[in-house]
């Protein structure tokens, strides 16, 4: 799709991001494009349109972002990072979390609790192995479910036929907030 396709780039470009990072620019901006109006729906949105509500779209953020995770351990000394500097590369499906990639180490992190700095993007001439390597791989982080999820009872377990549809909770609320 040409839109697609478009945001893709202009994601990517503004922040001066590598092009191996294209899937998951293409993942966020289907994210933010189902969210929005569009005229060929009489000004609703096709999320709106699919599960007869609103869309909540106070979390999201731009994309490529410097963001700064928490870091979850359990003694930290007084003096010890309480963060680590990351990239946001979106909305980790089916969850209420962020995905966050550490370039340097090439290891992807899954986390809600974030500071965003939607101004900044990263230095990628730091990390220049990243733009070197075709076909790059990363390690996603451990993180524990219970902590991605308000409530178990807030995602409903998908059927084959609701796979590429948008998530809905039992209360009608996405991202904890009714709209």
Known sequence: NRTVL???????????????????????????????????????TPYEMWTGRKPHIAHLRAFGCVAHMRVAKGHLNK???????????????????????????RKMYVSRDVVFKEQQGWSWEKSAKIKETPGMSFTVAGFDVDELYAD????????????????????GSEWGENS
């Open 6 to 44: 478009e945001m893709v780039r202009c994601n990517l470009k503004t922040m001066s991001m590598p092009d191996v990072l294209w899937g998951e620019a293409v993942s966020h901006s289907v994210y933010v494009l189902n969210r929005a109006h569009t005229k060929a729906l009489k000004e609703s």
């Open 79 to 105: 003096l010890d990072e309480r963060s680590m500097r990351l990239v946001h590369l979106g909305i980790e499906k089916g969850t209420k979390a962020y995905r966050l990639l550490d370039p340097d180490i």
């Open 152 to 171: 178990e009872d807030d995602l409903e377990p998908r059927t084959p036929d609701q796979e590429f549809g948008p998530s809905q909770s039992n209360d």
